[in-house]
T-cell receptor, first 110, second 114 residues
Framework: RKEVEQDPGPFNVPEGATVAFNCTYS??????FFWYRQDCRKEPKLLMS???SGNEDGRFTAQLNRASQYISLLIRDSKLSDSATYLC???????????FGAGTRLFVKA | NAGVTQTPKFQVLKTGQSMTLQCAQD?????MYWYRQDPGMGLRLIYY???????DKGEVPNGYNVSRLNKREFSLRLESAAPSQTSVYFC?????????????FGPGTRLTVL
């Protein structure tokens, strides 16, 4: 079983749609959780951290369920510029313990 | 602030050739990392340097060596390239190496080994 699992997609959605990505992790001792965004042929960049209480940044909402070892990302009112791969990232105990999911591709169409 | 820079951007090698990938950061970060990214797989850690003067193996270190030249620079060397090392290589840095640190990535090196 992979340590961090994501649905690879692709998700094809029209502009304005709401789309949700899910991610599960296997290490119950994991401490920190993130979503990174990676554009085609570019480097990953931090989108947002994920907290137990849930957090929101504009159109983006991230949720963490420690009991189920599950992380989610909700994108509302999708824009063409949201087209990218979204990486679920889990950290056990230090930068060298960062585990990246394989990513979920999103295509937003006009 | 350039952030994290990597050279070269692209490289084609023949099996058995050697090369060094260069990485530098200007954010005064303590920790630096080398990852490889292959299709359908998450980024996998090759080597990391928690602080200047230290290096340690990650998940997939075989066939690679690293040098933390100073606080800014962390290089990755392929001594005898193999087709299985065809990949995109990313260097990253973090301020302290802590669990909650953001990872800052360079633009990547696309390496093909024939």
């Amino acid at each position: 079983r992979k340590e961090v699992e994501q649905d690879p997609g692709p998700f094809n959605v029209p502009e304005g749609a709401t789309v949700a990505f899910n991610c599960t992790y296997s290490n119950s001792a994991s401490q920190s959780f993130f979503w990174y965004r990676q554009d085609c042929r570019k480097e990953p960049k931090l989108l947002m951290s994920v907290y137990s209480s849930g957090n929101e940044d504009g159109r983006f909402t991230a949720q963490l369920n420690r009991a189920s070892q599950y992380i989610s990302l909700l994108i509302r009112d999708s824009k063409l510029s949201d087209s990218a791969t979204y990486l679920c990232v889990v950290n056990g105990n230090g930068g060298f313990k960062t585990i990246f999911g394989a990513g979920t591709r999103l295509f937003v169409k006009a | 602030n350039a952030g994290v820079t990597q050279t070269p951007k692209f490289q084609v090698l023949k099996t058995g050739q050697s090369m060094t990938l260069q990485c530098a950061q200007d954010m005064n970060h303590n920790s630096m990392y080398w990852y490889r990214q292959d299709p359908g797989m998450g980024l996998r850690l090759i080597y990391y340097s928690a602080s200047e003067g230290t290096t340690d193996k990650g998940e997939v270190p075989n066939g690679y060596n690293v040098s933390r030249l100073n606080k800014r620079e962390f290089s990755l060397r392929l001594e005898s390239a193999a087709p299985s090392q065809t990949s995109v290589y990313f260097c990253a840095s973090t301020p302290r190496g802590g669990a909650s640190d953001t990872q800052y990535f360079g633009p990547g090196t696309r390496l093909t080994v024939l």
